[in-house]
């Protein structure tokens, strides 16, 4: 039998931000971006929160809620910190844990009940850690799969702890509101809620043919995750993703020098993940103005991303159609996601054009691993004078 733990952090950006200057500890303030096109808060700390103000909210919309709401710069590094603080706690319960770096971390203890107790237990140990040592609350939730779960920590945040013991699962969602299950969006909640359904029992409750004739193909995984049915594993960390970032010395506009950044960054992050013998099935980009915004933007891929030139090129389309403010930019993030192995040996009838980035590739990435990192590079990196070492975290 599988067991699940999970931590809910309510507002982990805001949380974090607050652990750095005391003074915002009651004050009402958001950690705003772009969302959808336009500025709204992203992170809300729990004053605003009090406020009316939720993630998502416009930073307009949340202005004319709180006079003089302030507005704080996220911290990327900080938040960083606190993430590999969490882990940190941990690693010393589970072996495996999957951690998103906004506040959502799930971590398998299977088979750890006659070191730590029952997994309620434990969850409350590592729940009770990680407020002692970083002073930020969580909603817990221990079960037996990561649905039960989410929906479970959802009941009681922003914070204390819950446990669904083993068979209880659908009396416990039974009278659930159906929005708390993750993955139903504003569309098919709108669906949902043509047909009169409330409670998470009434879909439960659906046959196959049912399902499929209100909700079409995704019917029947609706219905089932409404049973609390998720045989999705907690993913490992080594696998979750990629991340490099660079923090520029000063704030910069000079489009020379981000577009050399951003290929410098490909570089460092194409290079580990390819020494894992992996490629990426998706991209995420994400820039920090001098004002404290943050524009944010991802990608899924249909063919894994793994070279350095394909990497850069994603992550150039993403910065061309999401990064539109005129505003200098204070640091730079990239993340390659969906990580998968890699197949080694050569497809027949790949391209001969493929075939030979793929052996310069292969060449590059041999200096590189010999020399050190950056000893080999693109024009326009140097020509940008880009960071010579961007963070690099997995």
């Known amino acids: 039998m599988t067991e699940v733990g999970h931590l809910n952090i309510i507002g982990f950006k805001a949380a974090v931000a607050a652990l750095k200057d005391d003074a915002l500890a009651e004050q009402p303030f958001v950690i705003a971006g772009k969302i959808g096109g336009q500025v709204a808060a992203w992170d809300v700390s729990p004053a605003a929160l009090r406020e009316g103000i939720t993630p998502g909210t416009p930073l307009a919309a949340a202005q004319r809620l709180v006079k003089d709401l302030k507005v704080v710069e996220s911290d990327p590094r900080a938040c960083l910190e606190a993430n590999n603080e969490i882990e940190k706690v941990i690693s010393r319960y589970a072996p495996v844990w999957q951690n998103d770096g906004a506040g959502n971390i799930y971590f398998d203890i299977t088979g750890t009940r006659r070191i730590f107790g029952p997994a309620a237990d434990c969850v409350c140990r590592i729940q009770n850690e990680i407020q002692g040592c970083l002073k930020i609350e969580s909603a817990a939730a221990a079960g037996t799969n990561k649905l039960v779960c989410k929906v479970a920590s959802r009941t009681i945040r922003p914070e204390g702890l819950i446990d669904v013991r083993p068979g209880d699962e659908e009396a416990f969602l039974r009278h659930q509101d159906i929005a708390l299950l993750p993955g139903i969006g504003p569309s098919l909640m709108k669906t949902i809620r043509v047909t009169g359904f409330r409670e998470t029992g009434e879909l439960a409750c659906l046959s196959d043919s049912e399902a499929l004739s209100l909700f079409g193909k995704k019917g029947l995984l609706l219905r089932d995750s409404a049973r609390g049915i ?165």
Do not use: W
């Not at 390819?274 to 990426?280: E, P, Q, S, V, Y």
């Not at 993403?318 to 993340?335: A, D, G, N, P, Q």
């Open 230 to 394: 998720d045989d999705s594993p907690v993913s490992s960390a080594k696998n979750r993703g990629i991340e490099s970032r660079a923090d520029f010395p000063e704030d910069v506009l000079d489009e020379t020098v981000i577009r050399g950044t951003i290929a410098s960054l490909a570089e460092h992050a194409g290079l580990q993940m390819r020494k894992d013998k992996l490629g990426a099935g998706a991209i995420r980009f994400c820039v920090l103005y001098a004002d404290g915004m943050q524009a944010l933007a991802g990608e899924k891929k249909k063919r894994l991303l793994v070279l350095d030139k394909d990497i850069t090129a994603a992550a150039s389309s993403l910065f061309e159609k999401h990064v539109t403010r005129r505003i200098r930019v204070r640091s730079i993030c990239l993340s390659l996601e969906d990580l998968c192995p890699l197949m080694l040996e050569p497809d027949l009838f790949e391209p001969e054009t493929e075939t030979k980035g793929r052996m310069l590739q292969e060449a590059v990435d041999k200096i590189q691993n010999r020399y050190g990192t950056g000893k080999i590079t693109r024009g326009i990196v140097l020509a940008a004078g880009a960071v010579e070492q961007p963070l690099l975290t997995q």
